[in-house]
């Protein structure tokens, strides 16, 4: 089974600032992946397709990019409603669709 | 609107079954592969099955095989999850998903349903 690790697993941060979490996938996924937000309480949100494409209706502060084991999620001005914590997912052609282990992103 | 509704969690007794429901609409149900993913109260999300938008392939994640049963009715417009044998370690809100088409996400989501194990 493919392996994804988040880097960090906690993130401290402050509004305005720009952030970066990475995924790495234990074997190649070319550009499988997505990237998800949850706040507490409420059902992940899909963020970012295919490693790199903006899901429709959601802001372009947010930005995906990478290929093959190493990706990133970018967020380029932190907005209050933007601490949550994040999870990437490989969608490679064969199940299981394992999800890496979490960021926590929380306010500075 | 796209809507997923969770049904059928609540509290059951190690080594007991229980049967979710996820009722679609907004969308032609039959058009679009579904999953569960579960998560564990303070943890991170985990897959747990996937079925084929005609029901014709299935998969399970290691955790749950031979004990859980994905399936659904398109007649219905529901998924279903036949879970069977439970543990401690499968309580969890249970949310069904929506895989998005090119097979690239989970565009939906329903709002989870909670499955409490405990004697």
């Known amino acids: 089974d493919i392996q994804l690790t988040q880097s960090p697993s906690f993130l401290s941060a402050s509004v305005g600032d720009r952030v970066t979490i990475t995924c790495r996938a234990s074997?190649?996924?070319?550009?499988?992946l997505a990237w998800y937000q949850q706040k507490p309480g409420k059902a992940p949100n899909l963020l970012i397709y295919a490693a790199s494409t903006l899901q429709s209706g959601v802001p372009s502060r947010f930005s995906g990019s990478g290929s093959g084991t190493e990706f990133t999620l970018t967020i380029s001005s932190l907005q209050p409603e933007d601490f949550a914590s994040y999870y990437c997912?490989?969608?490679?052609?064969?199940?299981?669709?394992?999800f890496g282990q979490g960021t926590k992103l929380e306010i500075k | 609107e796209v809507q997923l509704v969770e049904s059928g969690g609540g509290l059951v007794q190690p080594g007991g079954s229980l049967r979710l429901s996820c009722a679609a609409s907004g969308f032609t149900f039959s058009s679009y592969s579904m999953h569960w993913v579960r998560q564990a109260p303070g943890k991170g999300l985990e897959y747990v099955s996937a079925i084929g938008s005609n029901g014709d392939t299935t998969h399970y994640a290691d955790s749950v095989r031979g004990r859980f049963t994905i399936s659904r009715d398109n007649s219905k417009n529901t998924l279903y999850l036949q879970m069977g044998s439970l543990r401690g370690e499968d309580m969890a809100v249970y949310y069904c998903?929506?895989?998005?088409?090119?097979?690239?996400?989970?565009?939906?989501w329903g709002q989870g349903t909670l499955v409490t194990v405990s004697s």
């Open positions: 074997q190649g996924i070319s550009t499988f």
């Open positions: 998903a929506r895989v998005r088409a090119g097979f690239s996400g989970y565009d939906f």
């Open positions: 997912q490989q969608l490679n052609s064969y199940p299981p669709y394992t």
